[in-house]
């Protein structure tokens, strides 16, 4: 029989197949020889449908080669985040330590549905998700407060929109009695706000147009007013902390004042810019975070983790209290009175995987300091590429970077030229560059999540839009 990933003999039994695995990472990666496969979709599908041939085989070819055949041919058809040319998306590369994490929390399988599943795990997941809450807020560390007081709390999502979707959910059952809320965002905000909107069945969310880049208090106070008038009942203003496009932080403060005017609630999607409240330096481009009702935290973003690794944040965990559900197998009344925690009001779903487990170690291998220096080199490196940018005169740079994400154009040229200059370098597997529209125009987006990227990797960069540009 196969061996199993756990038990006595897991050790065991994962070693030999471990060896086999990093193997398989190296020679694909060779195998790549780049941030992504040359030669577009049509020719990776081929090399993936030649590498598996007869998905479900008469006879199995043994772990090894399994392993061998099946990890090389994704690495080998990988756009992989770890190199500094891969820099499109709020994709960032793991850590090594959070990485071996998640192999534990692979080999284990906790489920955090009920406490039978995962004892310990459930236990690490409370004490880590009231300590960021807490981080967040700027509240005591949980140890130090007191235990009645209201504490923050947060739950482990599988990412920024799952958490948004949460937050409006939590809105909507908070102000169930005062009619349909009414959701109102800047247009620089994700796409889940909207969505979830639709997805809640709340009426459509007002969209507030940003030609700025960042939600204007005016526009916003204008926005509420009407909405006051046509649409009486709850509101809910969704800010953002580190836009898609440009990495962009909305006035928090402002908006948070707005929203004590106006009598409404604040959420803010801090997916991309949560953490910058580890670092002491980028902190105060977070003031007004602490104010709203709910936030957005996303940490295989710039927190360095694999996927997934979100978190919804609260002030206090009373307002968890419309999550709460009941079933007898998992959670049954007497069980939850005689001290078994219940975790079916932690999330939506049931079966949940120990995603804390990997936070949990980061933070204890990195500490404090550790993350903040993360944030700090990977900010500095973004104002060191807008440097390079605005003093070459081929390109144009849109604007100083708030946080990691770099907007660009070489020059001249014109959005069609600009597109294809990006899809040729992601086809010929030399960089892989978002896009952005602002200002009216097309721009190429560097999102820099990579803290080890040099300035040498930089210039290669421009090197290579320099050569593409000119062809």
């Not at 919804?312 to 968890?320: G, Q, T």
């Amino acid at each position: 029989m196969p061996p199993l990933a756990g038990g006595s003999g897991a050790a065991d039994a994962l070693r030999p197949l471990l060896d086999t695995v990093l193997g398989a990472l190296t020679t694909g990666a060779a195998a790549r020889g780049g941030p992504l496969p040359a030669g577009g979709p049509d020719a990776v599908t081929a090399r993936v449908r030649a590498a598996l041939g007869d998905v479900l085989p008469a006879r199995g070819h043994g772990d090894h080669e399994a392993l061998r055949t099946l990890v090389h041919t994704l690495a080998a058809g990988a756009a992989d985040p770890a190199d500094p040319l891969c820099a499109a998306h709020l994709h960032g590369p793991p850590l090594a330590v959070a990485a071996a994490a998640d192999l534990a929390a692979s080999a284990l399988n906790p489920s955090l549905d009920s406490w039978d599943q995962a004892p310990a795990a459930s236990a690490i997941e409370a004490l880590v998700t009231r300590a960021l809450a807490a981080e967040l807020y700027g509240a005591p560390h949980p140890e130090a407060a007191h235990p009645d007081a209201p504490h923050p709390d947060a739950l482990v999502t599988t990412g920024g929109t799952e958490a948004n979707q949460l937050a409006l959910l939590l809105a909507r059952e908070r102000h169930r009695a005062a009619g349909p809320l009414t959701v109102l965002h800047g247009a620089n905000a994700h796409h889940s706000v909207p969505r979830a909107a639709w997805l809640l069945g709340l009426p459509a969310a007002i969209g507030i147009p940003t030609p700025t880049g960042t939600l204007h208090p005016a526009d916003l106070d204008a926005a509420l007013t009407l909405a006051r008038r046509e649409r009486p009942g709850p509101l809910l203003v969704t800010a953002t902390a580190g836009t898609t496009d440009a990495g962009l932080i909305d006035p928090l403060d402002a908006l948070a004042d707005l929203c004590a005017r106006h009598g409404a609630d604040l959420h803010v999607d801090a997916a991309y810019g949560g953490t910058l409240a580890l670092s002491p330096r980028h902190r105060p481009l977070l003031s007004g975070l602490d104010r709203a009702r709910s936030i957005t935290l996303d940490l295989h973003k710039l927190g360095w983790q694999p996927v997934a690794a979100g978190l919804l944040a609260v002030p206090d965990s009373a307002l968890l209290a419309p999550l709460a559900h009941q079933a007898d197998y998992l959670n049954a009344t007497d069980d939850t009175e005689a001290g078994l925690p219940d975790l079916l009001g932690r999330s939506l779903r049931t079966t949940r995987r120990p995603d804390v487990l990997k936070i949990a170690v980061t933070l204890r291998a990195l500490g404090r300091d550790g993350l903040a220096r993360l944030i700090d080199a990977t900010c500095a490196t973004a104002q060191q590429l807008a440097r390079l940018i605005d003093a070459h005169p081929g390109f144009e740079l849109h604007a100083p970077p708030t946080i990691s994400t770099v907007l660009f154009r070489p020059v001249p040229t014109d959005d069609a030229a600009l597109a294809e200059t990006r899809r040729t370098l992601l086809l010929d597997g030399r960089a892989v560059l978002g896009r952005a529209t602002a200002d009216g125009r097309l721009w190429l987006k560097a999102t820099l999540l990579n803290p080890h990227t040099t300035t040498g990797d930089l210039a290669t960069l421009l090197t290579l839009l320099e050569g593409s540009t000119h062809r």
